[in-house]
């Protein structure tokens, strides 16, 4: 095992054994997991919160309940998420792409392979990898780790990539490492889940954008230099 695969299943166990388990990602419904990963584009989790709960108190936060509502409506909905119109234009698209593809039924694309949606749903427009894997892995159970800033963020102090890397080369090394530690698909769609979860709120309490608090972290020892704290 190389020594960038041991030092992120060290990240994944001391994570672990710091916060506990995450059961994240925060949603009661596939479809409204998916409707928040697109929310969440370019804004933080608590704005998008607001816009789940305007959806929620009016009785929409369905296909085919978002299908019904005018665009201005859900405008007017979804506003406290920000870009709420290029939003709204971007839950139309990802509406038409669910017509299409289950008649408005997020659970059926489950019969189809990850191999299949992923290239569908990157089709969608404004559908990027993040958001893409963020609905195969948290609303479809599909095998995939996402990889977002936090991901990038903890992966580069620790000496895993460097700053500036492809989406699809963080996501390579992460699998491996994760894969190489666990034995069936089941257990491999349960680590990407929590290994994600665990990143972000790790990312949020220590490792933060600015002034880390790298001396507090519980994964100080695993930094290349440890007592080279990054700042």
């Keep these: 095992m190389s020594k960038r695969s041991e030092t992120i299943q060290g990240l994944f166990r001391v994570l672990s054994g710091a916060l506990g388990p995450s059961r994240w990602w925060p949603g009661e419904t596939p479809f409204e997991v998916a409707v928040g990963a697109i929310l969440t584009q370019n804004t933080n989790w608590k704005n998008v919160e607001k816009a789940i709960a305007n959806l929620k108190a009016a009785d929409v ?3 085919k309940g978002l299908r019904a509502l005018p665009a201005a409506r859900l405008e007017e909905l ?11 234009m971007r839950l139309t698209d990802f509406l038409d792409f669910l017509e299409q593809e289950s008649g408005l ?11 299949q949606l992923r290239p569908k749903l990157l089709a969608v427009r404004g559908i990027g990898p993040e958001t893409a894997d963020s609905i195969l892995l948290y609303a479809l159970g599909k095998p995939t780790f996402v990889v977002d800033a936090y991901t990038v ?15 699809y080369e963080v996501q390579d090394i992460a699998q ?4 190489s530690a666990v034995q069936d698909d089941s257990a491999t769609v349960a680590d990407y889940n929590e290994f994600h979860a665990l990143i ?4 949020k309490e220590w490792c933060r954008k600015t002034k880390p608090l790298c001396a507090l972290c519980p994964a100080r020892a695993l930094l290349p230099n440890p007592d080279e704290l990054p700042s």
Aim: charged letters at 25%.
């Design 176 to 179: 491996s490492a994760i894969a």
């Design 200 to 203: 972000v709120r790790a990312a």
């Design 153 to 167: 963020r903890m992966f580069s102090r620790h000496g895993l990539i460097p700053e500036v890397t492809d989406y």
């Design 78 to 88: 979804i506003r406290p998420a920000g870009y709420f119109r290029i939003k709204t």
């Design 105 to 115: 039924e997020i659970e059926a694309l489950g019969d189809q392979s990850l191999e």
């Design 61 to 63: 936060l369905t296909a």
